[in-house]
């Protein structure tokens, strides 16, 4: 009996052995990953965010295109409904930009020019938009956080602007009051470009 008792104590000490052994060569279990609401709600498709938790922008590639060839060069064409803007070159050729445009209501089209350009301008919302938006404030000095941006180009006859923005992450779509807005990358570009008395077309 005592054999036998010692027997069964051995077994079950050899199999204890083996299932640990067989549990640290195991991996250990990994944790779920963390799954975003927003994700699990909707789906992918949103931007990467910044730091400070804001939709991070998608660039739009600035580039040499061929052009149709009837404008002179040096002129600019806003091409509201594909959200980009030419900067003509001549020969067939111009420099696209990835702009954003009036919202839905806020759509215009003309040819305009450019009247005057400022650097890191301030801003002033005109009095339409303090009757849209009473808590905007009444005045901004230019800098990294003025919705202009580093540069604005005044378009001659309208409240309207070609400028920057805080906002690069609107560009490429419908979200204005009627300016065009451009990366503060781009619109330094451009700027330095463009000269008062350009000639500013833009289509719808």
């Not at 005592?2 to 640990?20: H, M, N, P, Q």
């Not at 975003?36 to 580039?63: C, K, M, N, W, Y």
């Not at 295109?65 to 002179?72: I, L, N, Q």
């Not at 001659?156 to 990366?183: D, F, K």
Request: proline share 9%; aromatic share 8%; net charge positive.
């Amino acid at each position: 009996m005592r054999r036998l008792t010692f027997a069964l104590v051995c077994a079950l000490g050899a199999l204890c052995g083996l299932s640990c052994e067989a549990l640290a060569r195991s991996p250990a279990p990994q944790p779920a990953p963390a799954v975003d609401p927003f994700t699990a709600l909707f789906g992918g498709g949103f931007a990467p965010q910044t730091s400070d938790g804001r939709p991070q922008a998608v660039a739009i590639p600035r580039e040499v295109v061929a052009f149709e060839p009837k404008y002179a060069p040096g002129t600019v064409i806003i091409a509201t409904n594909e959200r980009r803007l030419y900067y003509t070159l001549g020969n067939g050729q111009a420099i696209r930009y990835g702009v954003g445009v009036g919202r839905p209501g806020f759509e215009w089209a003309g040819t305009r020019y450019i009247s005057h350009k400022r650097e890191w301008p301030d801003w002033t919302p005109p009095v339409q938009m303090l009757h849209r938006r009473p808590d905007l404030p009444r005045h901004m000095v230019g800098g990294l956080n003025n919705p202009l941006g580093a540069r604005a180009m005044y378009l001659s006859g309208t409240l309207y602007r070609i400028h920057g923005s805080n906002e690069p992450w609107t560009i490429g779509q419908a979200v204005s009051s009627g300016c065009i807005r451009m990366t503060n990358d781009d619109v330094v570009d451009l700027y330095n470009r463009v000269k008062v008395g350009t000639r500013v077309v833009v289509t719808r």
